[in-house]
């Protein structure tokens, strides 16, 4: 027995997002089956990854975003090279969000130290950056709830 | 009366408009307040005061005082001295009968004195006691600021908004903005706020205006309201320049329409091009308050005399005709005059910074509080750190009739020595007791007269009496803007939609949404019974605990032995505190020699993740705790048919002999990884399915299509209850311990440590005093969860569930009984609405008590 | 409440990112008589001046940590990750 039933890549029916219905019809980009989310502990500096980013949260632990198919296989790897890795991809929902102001209606978090792990809207979320636009990743049982306050914000911004 | 033109006002002539005053139609230039439109049109009477509703007409003019204070649009209590006209705004006069020239109410002022001192409500109207709601309503209309239309519906959105600076600049006159352009000049990101329209000079600087800082809190966090958006700011440094306010003079008359303050002159004159009045006196105690004479003068208005206050004590006393004012005389000698300038000096706005931690001391040479000692991460600049400020004393008692302290609560002179004499001798009582402070202008008119009112009349210094505690607000608040955006951060599972689309009736437990039932609980608790039901238990925490140590972390941290199990093996989990009560409970699977996987309850599993997380902190044993809770939805089908309906949509072998109760297996189903789980919370033949989230829809739709019945919390709640199934929470509380909950099997003391072993050990010691137990009803009633169990007529225990079971035909129920009543048929009395209901002890499982239908 | 707190790994944060568990106490060796478990279960020095307590960063980097706050103030002097 192994820990492969956390992979949502490795079912061969096609993942659903959370975020599907919640983010309909409005500015903000569903990038929950974009990212898939491995959960690793020790350091990751000796175990170069490409076409990943590294969140650190402790000395010891770290989210690192991967393409949502090859999560399976990169934890693999990693494991295979003494890190541990737990495959939580099915945990997160992720948007991608545009303007300063947007966020700073939903966050307290500054903006010019990012990516960072934060308070967002009352609940905990990984924010980064891409010049004016920002990605949040965020636990999927609130995606219906985090849906509806983004677009709230986006039409108190407008 | 309306001027010249003249260089520097802030209306724009070219744009008229008009709004309504009590039915009238009154006209304005853009850029003109109510108040300054009303004005130029002649109106001098305001508003009627709270108590003696006397005349009151523009003492400040900047949006301090009560005077000005009228219904506009609806909204009370709205300052038109410093709101912007709106066309077709509808104004009316607040808290009048009758007209603000002719208010019935003006009788309290004429006759009402004698019954109507300081602290009167506290002697009167007392009794009898029957008469309150009289008493009250007349109260109630006779005095009081506007009123609420509790018809009236207003919408309107307000946002926050987090927002970071280097430094903050409270207050743009000349000392706030010297200080921002100094920071920006060395670089640093600088904000400043200012209460009024944007300040001149501010170019280049970011200013946000008009917004009011209103405190300073915990952190340096200012909160600052402007207009519907309310900014958060966290500043690096906070420089308050908040200024000094103009401080009335107390003397006989004060409170007459046409006594102002020397700000309302310049905001009139300079702002408005308006001229004040035909003939003026000048009373001030510092040169900008003499210089208005310069203002008014080129207004037109004539100036009969301007005296120094500092000059020595003047004896002073206003007069005046249906309450307006017609003459001063100042030291005997009397001018015929229908406006005087009188200001008593300045007192440091020092509000925000005793917010923020400073000391409010006496200046004695000044005659004003000033602030010192003033925390790191704030600064003071300008006249609010006491420079260029002072105020006279108050003049000696001069026997007149309504010498004015508070103009908001219509508190005199004489009220306060009235208080004194009562006994009310510190300053925090005396303010309660002649609510002194307490009105609109929240002390920024009375508070230093009051304290130097007190000093002479105790003979106490003032630094003795102190000053009343600062307080946010610093302005009054819509509480739209403290209230955001009305967002509760719910938690739902991957399935969430289908149980709506199945009509279920959804409820709250803790912060998930979760279906009570599909519309009959009883029919899906017999569908479990009969053929198989369907849950979705996605909520549960669930933990994957791992590494070399994972084993002997799991046998320190629960009562329970784990480094025995097996892999493919589950167990039941109950976890205890270091007081030996229980905490939660769930299953702990064993994947292979270092990894676990395990449950906690739904509303427990934050807990429990930060308490393992804790305690290895401490331990720091090698293993790694990570959570997937939410990566992992789980689904549990119960029934007689499970294993049937099941075979088809996965791989694994689901005999009875090859998945055994308490096995765990992996393998797929509907095309899924899944980790299975063979326990039975709800008592039949049961899988539990856990697999990634992103499939929850497809694996539950695969389930459903075979026939089994979805079933919510209630019918589980049923199914438990008559397998006798301890709820967490529901049937233990923070007191209870497996021992006295009859779970002793959990608890191994063989075990050389575990967290909670002493206090079990204790438990064991002193012998169990009370037990859950099960029981059931003599008849069909059942009793409320939480009601009494009584014995020998006294309270001895509760019911913590109870259910009505249909397939048993009986009513059941769980309950804390002294421990000498636990024994099987043991007679139990319960409390029903007012009486007693007899009921039996039962010590094993409603249904199925030997476990059969489970383990089949 | 609304003062800051510097998480050791994540940096200075409003304090409603994390959760207090309170005083630092000191846990009995051996098997304690039960007034001793008691003091330790539910006894504080509740001090009214610096106290060392132990924060969990609940929505950031989910770690454990010890602080020194003065509780009149509510001023953080030092944050550490326990040894």
Request: hydrophobic share 40%.
């Amino acid at each position: 027995m192994n820990l492969d039933f956390l992979s949502p890549a490795l079912a061969e029916p096609a993942p659903r997002s959370p975020l599907g219905r919640a983010l309909e019809g409005f500015g903000a980009r569903d990038l929950s089956l974009v990212h898939g989310v491995l959960d690793a502990r020790g350091d990751l500096a000796g175990h170069p990854m490409e076409g990943v980013e590294i969140v650190k949260l402790s000395p010891d632990r770290s989210l690192v975003l991967v393409p949502y198919a090859d999560a399976p296989s990169l934890r693999s790897w990693l494991e295979a090279r003494g890190v541990s890795a737990v495959d939580v991809s099915g945990g997160y929902a992720g948007l991608e969000v545009g303007g300063e102001t947007v966020l700073r209606r939903l966050t307290e978090l500054p903006l010019d130290r990012l990516p960072a792990v934060g308070m967002v809207g009352h609940i905990s979320c990984v924010v980064l950056r891409d010049g004016e636009r920002f990605r949040l990743f965020f636990r999927q049982e609130y995606a219906d709830y985090m849906g509806e306050l983004v677009r709230d914000t986006l039409e108190g911004v407008a | 009366m309306r001027i010249e033109p003249r260089p520097g006002e802030r209306i724009d002539r070219s744009q008229t408009l008009s709004f309504e005053f009590e039915g009238k139609n009154v006209d304005a230039f853009a850029g003109d307040t109510i108040g300054s439109a009303l004005y130029a049109g002649g109106r001098r009477v305001f508003s009627r005061s709270f108590k003696y509703h006397r005349p009151r007409g523009l003492l400040c003019c900047s949006g301090a005082c009560p005077n000005c204070m009228m219904e506009v649009d609806g909204v009370p209590n709205v300052r038109v001295c410093v709101e912007p006209v709106r066309e077709g705004a509808v104004v009316k006069a607040q808290n009048v009968v009758g007209s603000l020239e002719r208010d019935l109410m003006a009788a309290t002022d004429k006759f009402g004195g004698p019954f109507t001192p300081v602290g009167f409500y506290y002697r009167t109207m007392i009794r009898p006691r029957a008469a309150w709601p009289l008493f009250e309503k007349f109260l109630r209309n006779a005095a009081g600021l506007g009123r609420i239309d509790k018809h009236a519906r207003r919408e309107g959105r307000y946002d926050v908004e987090h927002r970071h600076a280097d430094v903050l600049v409270i207050g743009g006159g000349r000392a706030g903005l010297d200080a921002a352009r100094a920071a920006a000049a060395a670089g640093e990101h600088v904000v400043v706020v200012d209460e009024n329209a944007p300040p001149e000079g501010a170019d280049g600087l970011e200013a946000l205006a008009p917004a009011t800082a209103l405190g300073i809190y915990e952190g340096g966090l200012v909160p600052v309201s402007a207009g519907r958006v309310l900014y958060r700011f966290r500043a690096r440094r906070i420089v308050i320049a908040t200024g000094a306010l103009e401080q009335p003079v107390v003397f006989p008359g004060n409170d007459l329409v046409g006594i102002v303050l020397p700000q309302a002159v310049r905001r009139l004159v300079d702002d408005f091009s308006i001229r004040p009045g035909e003939q003026a006196v000048v009373l001030a105690a510092d040169d900008d308050g003499l210089a208005v004479a310069d203002d008014l003068r080129a207004a037109g208005t004539k100036v009969l005399e301007v005296v120094d206050l500092r000059d020595g004590p003047h004896r002073i006393s206003a007069s005046g005709s249906a309450g307006k004012l017609n003459g001063v005389g100042i030291d005997g000698v009397r001018f015929n005059c229908d406006l005087l300038v009188a200001s008593g000096g300045r007192q440091p706005a020092y509000s925000l910074l005793a917010q923020a931690g400073a000391r409010i001391e006496y200046d004695e040479g000044r005659g004003v509080f000033v602030p010192r000692d003033i925390p790191a991460g704030v600064e003071a600049v300008g006249s609010v750190t006491g420079e260029g400020t002072g105020a006279i004393p108050p003049a000696k008692p001069l026997l007149g009739d309504k010498t004015f302290v508070c103009l908001c609560e219509d508190v005199t002179e004489k009220d306060v020595k009235r208080a004194i004499a009562e006994g009310f001798d510190s300053i925090e009582l005396a303010k309660r007791y002649t609510t002194v402070t307490m009105g609109p202008c929240q002390g920024r008119l009375c508070h230093l007269n009051s304290v130097r009112l007190y000093a002479r009349e105790t003979k106490q210094g003032e630094d003795a009496i102190g000053t009343t505690t600062a307080r946010p607000p610093w302005s009054p608040v819509e509480l739209g803007l403290l209230a955001g955006r009305p967002h509760e951060p719910a938690k739902r599972t991957s399935i969430h939609h289908r149980h709506k689309e199945l009509g279920a009736k959804m409820m709250w437990t803790g912060a998930w949404r979760r279906p009570h039932s599909y519309g009959d609980p009883e029919a899906e608790a017999g569908a479990v019974h009969e053929s198989a039901g369907l849950i979705d238990v996605s909520t549960l925490g669930k933990l994957v605990v791992r590494g070399p140590e994972a084993a002997a972390f799991l046998e320190r941290i629960y009562p329970n032995r784990f480094a025995d199990l097996k892999p493919g093996r589950i167990r039941y989990a109950v976890l205890g505190t270091d007081g030996g009560r229980i905490m939660d409970d769930g299953t702990v699977a064993r994947i292979d020699d270092e990894t676990f996987y395990v449950t906690t309850t739904s509303t427990g599993a934050e807990g429990v993740i930060e308490w393992f997380e804790w305690w290895n902190a401490i331990w720091k044993l090698d293993l790694e705790i990570v959570d997937v809770t939410g990566a992992l939805a789980a689904v549990n089908l119960a029934g007689p048919q499970a294993r049937d309906l099941l075979a088809p949509l996965t791989e694994i072998d689901l005999a009875p002999d090859a998945f055994k109760y308490l096995d765990a297996k992996q393998g797929r189903v509907a095309g899924v990884p899944a980790l299975l789980l063979r326990i039975g919370f709800v008592g039949e033949l049961g899988y539990e399915l856990h697999f990634p989230s992103p499939h929850g829809e497809t694996v539950w739709d695969a389930i459903a299509a075979t026939g089994a019945v979805p079933f919510g919390l209630e019918p589980q709640r049923i199914l438990r209850l008559e397998k006798m199934h301890v709820l967490i929470g529901q049937d233990t509380d923070s007191e209870s311990n497996a021992l006295e909950a009859s779970m002793p099997w959990i608890v191994k003391f063989e075990k050389d440590e575990f967290v909670g072993k002493w206090a079990l050990e204790h438990v064991q010691e002193r012998g169990m005093r009370d037990r859950l137990v099960g029981f059931e009803m003599a008849n069909g009633v059942v009793p409320p969860e939480g009601g009494a169990v009584v014995v020998d007529g006294r309270l001895a225990g509760r019911v913590t569930s109870a259910r009505h079971s249909r397939v048993l035909g009986r009513t059941i129920g769980l309950a804390w009984v002294p421990e000498t009543l636990a024994v099987e048929d043991a007679e139990i009395s319960l409390r029903v609405n007012a009486g007693l209901e007899r009921a039996n002890v039962r010590l094993r499982p409603f249904f199925d008590p030997d476990g059969e239908r489970l383990r089949s | 409440m609304s003062f800051l707190l510097a998480c050791p790994n994540c940096g200075p944060r409003d304090v409603n990112e994390f959760h207090c568990q309170g005083e630092v106490t000191i846990r009995p060796k051996q098997s304690p008589s039960r007034r001793e478990l008691s003091e330790y279960l539910y006894f504080r020095r509740n001090v009214a001046g610096v106290q060392r307590e132990w924060w969990y960063h609940r929505l950031g980097c989910e770690s454990w940590f010890l602080a020194e706050r003065d509780t009149r103030t509510n001023e953080v002097l030092k944050t550490e990750l326990p040894e």
